[in-house]
């Protein structure tokens, strides 16, 4: 059943990369220097392919949708796992996330859903 699994997410793979674009998600570097005093390193930049999604009927302002957040989803074929300690780049704009969740079938992660806001 895997196998199934594993194909879905070549074709989530193929159909973001045609009708989406890129977009970077920033996630903040590991602290540096003493204990007693750590410096936060600068954000490191990991690429990613986005389509953004229009919103339904139901997710509306005065909802836990606002106007000017951002729907989407983001391709697996990034070098790392987005979390909702990232923040994703749009159109020159840094959103942060509201929510994040993987679509996960079967156990194998196919895309993930973003709503993020600046």
Do not use: W
């Amino acid at each position: 059943m895997n196998a199934i699994y594993a194909e879905l997410q070549g074709v989530a793979i193929e159909m973001i990369e045609e009708f989406g674009y890129t977009s970077q998600i920033e996630r903040d570097g590991a602290p540096t220097g003493p204990q007693h005093d750590p410096r936060p390193a600068p954000a490191t930049l990991h690429d990613c392919k986005v389509v953004e999604t229009d919103y339904s009927l139901t997710d509306r302002d005065q909802t836990l949708v606002l106007k000017g957040d951002k729907l989407g989803l983001i391709s697996t074929a990034i070098a790392i796992e987005p979390t909702t300690a990232d923040r994703i780049v749009l159109g020159g704009k840094t959103y942060n996330f509201i929510d994040l969740q993987p679509l996960q079938p079967g156990g194998v992660v196919l895309l993930y859903e973003f709503h993020a806001r600046i």
